[in-house]
């Protein structure tokens, strides 16, 4: 009795097959011999269809089970890729701010107005363009004191500041700030003669 069951699945399963692939293709004569030879052996040794039968369900299964885990991992990338884009766009959005607020010697594009502060046949600044990038405004005491730019030598910066002076800027002085904060009782001139 099971023998005549598993024969009319085969039989079914084959009808099955043929009505898809004749739908699919047609086939050519060598590839419906090699068909109707294979159908004969498994029409002999049910068994083996059966066992056949088993393996393809495994591997499908194996395969489903293995396309699911890809699903997940993708998933997973999909999501990981989406915070390092947003990470990405926010860091671009802070390095954006700070290039705005970095002082530069370039002017930006468009109109914009500058203060001369003298023409002079003479006198030769051009040395210290490259500590010039700043000028600072302070309130202190009600009052406002003015800094220009910055030195790490001592020396250049009393030669900036008697250039200075050249310019009838009198009360030009060199400050020093040590972290951030001014030390009051610098005297360049005390500095400079040790």
């Known amino acids: 009795m099971k023998l005549k069951q598993i024969l009319i699945t085969l039989v079914a399963l084959l009808f099955v097959c043929f009505a898809t692939v004749s739908e699919a293709q047609t086939l050519s004569k060598s590839e419906k011999k090699i ?3 294979e159908l004969k052996t498994y029409k ?9 039968k088993e393996r393809t369900k495994t591997q499908i299964q194996e395969l489903n089970d293995e396309v699911e ?6 998933a997973t990338s999909n999501k990981e890729t989406q915070n390092l884009s ?10 954006a701010k700070l ?13 914009v107005y500058q203060v001369q502060m003298g023409y002079y046949e003479y006198l030769d600044l051009m040395s210290f363009n490259s500590k010039l990038k700043s000028v600072k405004a302070e309130e202190i005491d009600g009052g406002k004191r003015y800094i220009i730019g910055y030195f790490d030598d001592v020396m250049e910066a009393v030669q900036f500041s008697n250039d200075i002076k050249n310019l009838g800027i009198n009360d030009a002085f060199v400050t020093e700030y040590t972290n ?4 009051m009782n610098f005297d360049a001139l005390k500095s400079i003669s040790k």
Do not use: F, H, I, W
């Not at 002999?44 to 056949?52: A, I, T």
């Not at 947003?86 to 390095?95: H, K, P, W």
């Not at 951030?180 to 030390?183: H, P, S, V």
């Open 99 to 111: 290039k705005k607020s970095c002082v530069t010697s370039e002017l930006p594009v468009g109109t």
């Open 35 to 37: 068909l109707k030879k």
């Open 180 to 183: 951030g904060k001014r030390n």
């Open 86 to 95: 947003d990470r990405y766009a926010s860091l671009e959005m802070q390095y």
């Open 44 to 52: 002999k040794n049910p068994e083996d269809y059966s066992s056949m």
């Open 69 to 74: 885990s890809l699903k997940a991992k993708l």
